[in-house]
C-alpha cells in the first residue's frame, strides 16, 4: 500500500510541476514595456507600429479596437483586421483588465499572431492592470 501511495505522489508532484512551467507563447524578448511604447507615441514613431486591444477598452491612442481576445467572435474579428497588415510591422497587443500573467485574453490573441506569422509580435507588459501601469504614470491616453 506505501508503494502504491508512493508512486501516486509522486505523479501528482511531476504533473503539478510540469503543468506549472507551461511555457508562455510570448518569449521575454517580445515583451515591450509600457514606458517604451509611450515614447513611440510621444515621438511620433509609430509607423511600423500597430497597437491592438485585445481587452475591454481601448486606452492608447493609436490602437484598434478588438475586445476580449477570450470571446472566439473577437478572435476572428482579430485575425480579420490582421489579414492585410505585412509581417514585418511590429504589432503590440495589450488587454490592462488584470495582470497579463493571469490575463484570459492574451494567450489565445499572442498565439493568433504568433501562427499568422508576425515577427514582431509582442505584448505590452503589464503586470498590474492598465490604470496602474499606463493611465497613472499619464502616458497618452484616448481620454
Not at 508576425?118 to 499619464?138: G, Q, S, T
Amino acid at each position: 500500500m506505501k508503494y502504491i501511495l508512493a508512486v501516486v505522489m509522486t505523479f501528482l508532484f511531476v504533473t503539478n510541476s510540469v503543468t506549472a512551467q507551461k511555457a508562455e507563447p510570448w518569449t521575454p524578448k517580445q515583451l515591450m514595456s509600457t514606458e517604451d511604447l509611450a515614447k513611440k507615441i510621444e515621438n511620433k514613431q509609430t509607423d511600423n507600429l500597430v497597437i491592438i486591444s485585445i481587452g475591454p477598452d481601448e486606452v492608447i491612442p493609436g490602437t484598434i479596437f478588438i475586445g476580449p481576445a477570450n470571446n472566439k467572435d473577437n478572435l476572428k474579428k482579430l485575425k480579420s483586421k490582421l489579414k492585410g497588415i505585412s509581417k514585418d510591422k511590429e504589432v503590440v497587443i495589450y488587454c490592462g483588465c488584470c495582470p497579463f500573467d493571469r490575463c484570459p485574453n492574451v494567450r489565445p490573441a499572442f498565439t493568433a499572431l504568433k501562427e499568422m506569422g508576425f515577427k514582431n509580435a509582442r505584448l505590452l507588459d503589464i503586470p498590474h492592470n492598465i490604470k496602474v501601469d499606463w493611465l497613472d504614470k499619464d502616458y497618452p491616453s484616448t481620454d
